[in-house]
Every structure is written in structure tokens, then in C-alpha cells.
């Protein structure tokens, strides 16, 4: 019987990733684009075989290793941490809690209630009567009859006194003050403003003509007819020249040669990730054709099939010695119960017989 072919798992291939169509860039970028993915794809490969092993590693020592210890480490703590806080750190600070509360409330709470129900209290209600009885008949009742007898009526005639005198500086101070000041503002002031206003519009538009004249006109025919042609002639049309037949052209070429540095990275990388793929995959592929379908084989037509009968076979061999034994301990109870019988006389009844599945026999 020839043994059924191992199925073969193979990784999916992941498609390189296809670059977007360029339009043609020249001679320069043919000559560049060559060299430079070469050079890359040398320089990269080694970088990618190795982050592709240690990928793989870390991934097996995390799923073998790492992740079963963590789970383990963390049900072992776990329960040390549950069983330390149930039973040790809540008990403890229950009782500790308990006993500075009955220590506060016996050192501190009681004696203070006592010492302000029994002495502080009754002190403060009868030294305060005594001091309202004292302060209404030495400060309340002479000064009621001081504001009602002296301060009500000097107030009144003070008031009226100082109506009167307001009344008279009042009219005095309109008389030799305010009529004065307004003729004075009318008769002079007024007509002396207009005309130093007038005076100051005149001037300043004498001034504003002179300025036109004097400096708006020849600084706008310097800017116009000097400044203007200088400057071109002088600073833009050379950096207009400078950018269009200069810098255009070598910040072209470099964009060219960055773009296509990077396209050349980029494809290093991804046909270094194809060759390590594949020769991760050769390498699966031979420890699983050396190690494991020898072993997959062995288990499949070696051991499996003597297996089964070998565990059946053990399976009734320890069932029937199970029945042995339960029939040669119901002999030996029945043994015992005749002896105890013969002994003890026939007055006592054997032990209740239990029954004998379920049992651990000795």
C-alpha cells in the first residue's frame, strides 16, 4: 500500500506591485535608471533576507515561547495577587480601618462632644446674656438717646445751613463767574478760532501744493523714467535669464535622478522581498520534506495502525482485572462478615452492603 501524497502548503506569492506609466523621460533617465536598481537590488538584499529572518524568528518565538510563558506568568501572578489580597491586604486594612476608628472616636470624639455639652456650652449661653444685658445698658441705651436728642437736631439745622449757603455761592458764582465767561467766549473766542482756522486751512494747503510740486512729482518721474528700467535691466531680466537657462535645468536633472533613486529603492525592495520569499520558501519546503512527512508518514502507516489495537487491547486487559477486583473484594467482605458473624454471634446484622461502581479498590 503506497502511502497517499503529503499535501503540499504553499505561501501565496504576493504580486510585485506594478509602477504607474511614465512618459518617456529622455537619454537621461535611461542612463541613470539601469545602474542605479542594480546597485540597489545588490545593496538591499542582504538588508531584506535578514529583516525577512528575523521577522520569521521573532513571530516563531512569540508563538512558541513568549506568548504561553505570558499567559502562564499571568494566571500564576494573577491568582498569587487574588488569593494575597483577599486574604492577607482587605482583612488587615479592614481591621486596621476598625481600630483607628474606635481610637479616634474614644481619644478624640467623646472627650470633645463631652467638654462641649457639659462646660463649653452652658458657659457661652451665660456669658453672652450677661455681656447683652451689659453692652444694651451702657452702649445701646445712651446712644439711642444721643442720636433721638442731640444728633437728629444738629442734623436738621446743619442741613438747612448748608442749603442756604449753597444757594447764595450758587447765585454769586453765576453772577461774577459763568455770565462773564460766556460773553467772553462769544465776544472773542469764537471769532478768534474761525480765524486761525481759516488761517491753518490756508496754510496747510500752501504747504500740500508746495510738497506736490516740490517732491511727488519728480520722485514719481525718478521711479518711473530711472528706477524702474535700472532695476529691470539690472536684476530681473538676469535672474529671469539665471532661473530659465540655470536652475531649471539642473533642478530637472536632479528630480530626475531622485525619482529615480527612489523607483530604484522601491524595486530592490520588492524583488529582494521575491528572492527572500523564495528562499524561505525552498528552505520550508526542505525541512518539511526532511523532518516533517517522514514523521507525518511514520505516524500515519507505523504507529497509528499497531497503535489502536495496542489501546484497545489495554483497555479491556484493565477492564477485566477492574472486575477481577471487585469480585475479589465482594469475596472478602462477604469473608469478613462470616468471620464477624462466627465471632460476634448471628444477632448482628452484616454491614450494608454499598454499591461497589464508584469505589477505589485497594
Known amino acids: 500500500m503506497e502511502p497517499a501524497p503529503h499535501p503540499k502548503i504553499s505561501r501565496p506569492e504576493v504580486p510585485l506591485r506594478k509602477a504607474p506609466p511614465q512618459t518617456p523621460e529622455g537619454c537621461l533617465v535611461t542612463a541613470i535608471r539601469l545602474p542605479v536598481r542594480v546597485v540597489m537590488f545588490v545593496l538591499v538584499l ?7 529572518a528575523l521577522a520569521a524568528c521573532g513571530r516563531a518565538l512569540h508563538r512558541t515561547a513568549l506568548r504561553p510563558a505570558g499567559r502562564v506568568l499571568g494566571t500564576v501572578l494573577g491568582a498569587a495577587l487574588g488569593r494575597l489580597w483577599a486574604t492577607l491586604i482587605v482583612p488587615a486594612a479592614r481591621a486596621a480601618g476598625a481600630a483607628l476608628a474606635w481610637l479616634g472616636r474614644e481619644l478624640l470624639v467623646r ?15 451665660r456669658t453672652g446674656a450677661a455681656v447683652g444685658r451689659l453692652l444694651r445698658v451702657l452702649v445701646a441705651t445712651p446712644l439711642q438717646w444721643t442720636y433721638a436728642h442731640v444728633l437728629t437736631p444738629l442734623g436738621h439745622a446743619l442741613t438747612a445751613l448748608a442749603h442756604g449757603v449753597g444757594t447764595g455761592c450758587g447765585l454769586l458764582g453765576r453772577r461774577l463767574l459763568v455770565l462773564p465767561a460766556r460773553r467772553v467766549y462769544r465776544k472773542v473766542l469764537t471769532p478768534a478760532g474761525h480765524a486761525a482756522a481759516r488761517l491753518a486751512r490756508g496754510t496747510l494747503a500752501l504747504l500740500a501744493w508746495l510738497g506736490r510740486c516740490l517732491v511727488a512729482v519728480p520722485a514719481r518721474a525718478l521711479y518711473q523714467y530711472v528706477l524702474v528700467p535700472l532695476a529691470r535691466w539690472l536684476l530681473i531680466v538676469p535672474a529671469v535669464a539665471l532661473h530659465r537657462h540655470v536652475l531649471t535645468p539642473v533642478g530637472r ?3 530626475v535622478a531622485a525619482r529615480e533613486a527612489a523607483a530604484g529603492i522601491g524595486f530592490a525592495w520588492r524583488a529582494a522581498g521575491r528572492v527572500s520569499r523564495s528562499v524561505f520558501g525552498f528552505l520550508g519546503r526542505l525541512l518539511r520534506a526532511l523532518f516533517v512527512t517522514p ?28 472486575a477481577a477486583l471487585v469480585s475479589v473484594w465482594a469475596s472478602v467482605r462477604q469473608t469478613r462478615a462470616e468471620i464477624r458473624r462466627a465471632l460476634f454471634g448471628g444477632t448482628r446484622t452484616p454491614d450494608r452492603e454499598r454499591p461497589l461502581e464508584g469505589r477505589r479498590v485497594p
Open 295 to 322: 514523521f507525518v508518514w511514520v505516524w500515519e502507516y507505523a504507529v497509528r495502525p499497531v497503535w489502536r489495537p495496542v489501546a484497545r487491547v489495554v483497555r479491556e486487559t484493565g477492564l477485566a482485572v477492574r
Open 46 to 52: 542582504p538588508v531584506r533576507i535578514a529583516w525577512d
Open 111 to 125: 472627650p470633645w462632644s463631652a467638654l462641649w455639652r457639659h462646660v463649653l456650652a452652658p458657659a457661652g449661653r
Open 253 to 255: 536633472a536632479l528630480a
